[in-house]
């Protein structure tokens, strides 16, 4: 290992590692927690964002948007929760931020991930017959369409001889979950 | 021809080439088939991100949870720690003159040794590397031994056997030596350099190793220098209060 780096330790996220998480978890919580609350919202609202901010950047390594980390992860967290304290303020009080710039410098890594995607009835329903998926359906779906992983990485993760075999058994996985719901 | 079925795995994966695209997009446009599969499984993934989101919410709540509960200690250590204090207040009032100085105690309300981001200990794990047994003698507290690790490694020069050698050192108050390591990380590398991402931290710690050593002055100017940097938001809260906390002795 000759470049130092945090950036090993991304890898690790990205495989999923939940020690890792937790370690990183821990040691930006203070003073993610002091930078929120300096917007004056409440604790456990500050509390809330920074969990919903160390997901969003979870995810943005596991997307692989996040592969290099140019300075301290708190930084990250901070630009990524900033946002996510304007959404709750906005919510909150619509007037609070007149006059406050919103949008600043650009950061081409950073992916904001406000998590405002729709959820509709439909998808719902789709999340009801996933969980009563085998665990193997649910694990390969899992992996390929939040975890990032490609069939190959998730053939060698759950013992695949191939690439093939897994892909005839991620189609039979969409399958089942397709006919459960037209039942 | 490639599948349609490799085609939508393709854009999952993010990884379809300029000509896939096309085809794809056009697929999207005649192929009521092809647009059905690919709808129902850009569905099923807004599903599952929901619910993932929320299985890793529960997962933080429980790191969230273990943290406070730390904080509940036993009866009976509280006892034995109301003994100490007793004593070390009797202890205080004979010996005050030889009490911490004031730079001394916000060294001591602010020291954390930095967190092992290097080498994350793994049980089990079957490294048996010198720096990992480094790494974990510093997760486990024992400083002494990890110094002695960390000058056994074979790049014991590079900045982040530098930085949590100091981070040792200081752990056991030996401001200098971490002062003799923190300032060639902590003076002004190029932006674009890998010395750069030690920068705020390696000031940050010399401000404290400075504060530990009684040169406020000294400590002064690094913990500017943490407050006013470009690019981190790392410790600049804590710094501004240490600055003030200063001022007002």
Same mark, same amino acid.
């Given at each position: 290992m000759t470049e130092a780096s945090p950036n090993i330790h991304l890898e690790a996220l990205r495989k999923g590692d939940s020690s890792v998480l937790e370690s990183i978890y821990r040691s930006n919580r203070a003073s993610f927690l002091s930078f929120a609350l300096g917007f004056g919202i409440n604790q456990d609202d500050a509390l809330d964002i920074y969990q919903d901010t160390i997901i969003a950047f979870r995810e943005n390594v596991t997307s692989g948007k996040l592969t290099e980390l140019k300075c301290a992860p708190s930084t990250y967290l901070c630009a990524i929760g900033k946002y996510k304290i304007f959404q709750l303020l906005r919510r909150q009080k619509p007037n609070a931020l007149n006059g406050r710039v919103i949008v600043e410098e650009t950061n081409e890594v950073l992916d904001v991930n406000l998590f405002e995607e729709e959820y509709t009835n439909r998808m719902k329903l789709i999340g009801d017959q996933l969980k009563k998926l085998g665990n193997r359906c649910r694990e390969i779906l899992i992996l390929f369409y939040y975890e990032g992983y490609t069939l190959d990485e998730i053939a060698i993760k759950l013992d695949y001889s191939n690439k093939l075999v897994l892909k005839s058994q991620k189609s039979r996985c969409l399958k089942q979950l397709k006919d459960s719901i037209l039942s | 021809m490639m599948n349609k079925e490799d085609l939508i795995e393709k854009y999952f994966t993010d990884t379809l080439s300029n000509e896939e695209r096309i085809l794809f997009d056009k697929l999207l446009q005649n192929d009521q088939e092809f647009k059905e599969e690919f709808i129902f499984q850009k569905e099923l993934k807004q599903s599952i991100v929901h619910q993932q989101r929320e299985t890793i919410k529960k997962t933080l709540q429980g790191f969230e949870d273990n943290l406070n509960r730390k904080k509940v200690i036993p009866l009976k250590y509280w006892l034995a720690a109301a003994s100490v204090v007793l004593v070390l207040s009797l202890g205080y009032f004979?010996? /005050? =003159?030889?009490?911490?100085?004031?730079?001394?105690?916000?060294? #001591?309300?602010?020291?954390?040794? $930095?967190?092992?981001?290097?080498?994350?200990?793994?049980?089990? /794990? =079957?490294?048996?590397?010198?720096?990992?047994?480094?790494?974990? #003698?510093?997760?486990?507290?024992? $400083?002494?031994?990890a110094i002695n690790l960390f000058n056994s490694v074979e790049n014991k020069e590079d900045d982040y056997i530098r930085f949590y050698k100091a981070m040792s050192f200081l752990a056991l108050s030996k401001n200098q030596e971490a002062i003799d390591l923190l300032l060639p990380l902590a003076t002004n590398p190029e932006a674009s350099s890998a010395k750069y991402k030690w920068h705020a931290k390696a000031n940050w710690y010399l401000g404290l190793a400075y504060l530990n050593n009684n040169e406020t002055d000294r400590a002064k100017s690094q913990f500017n220098v943490v407050i006013n940097h470009p690019d981190c938001d790392y410790k600049k809260e804590e710094a501004k209060e240490i600055m003030s906390q200063i001022k007002s002795d």
């Open positions: - | 004979t010996f /005050s =003159k030889y009490s911490a100085s004031q730079p001394e105690k916000l060294f #001591a309300s602010n020291f954390t040794p $930095y967190e092992n981001v290097v080498h994350p200990t793994v049980r089990n /794990s =079957k490294d048996e590397s010198i720096e990992s047994k480094a790494f974990s #003698a510093y997760d486990n507290g024992s $400083y002494y031994k």
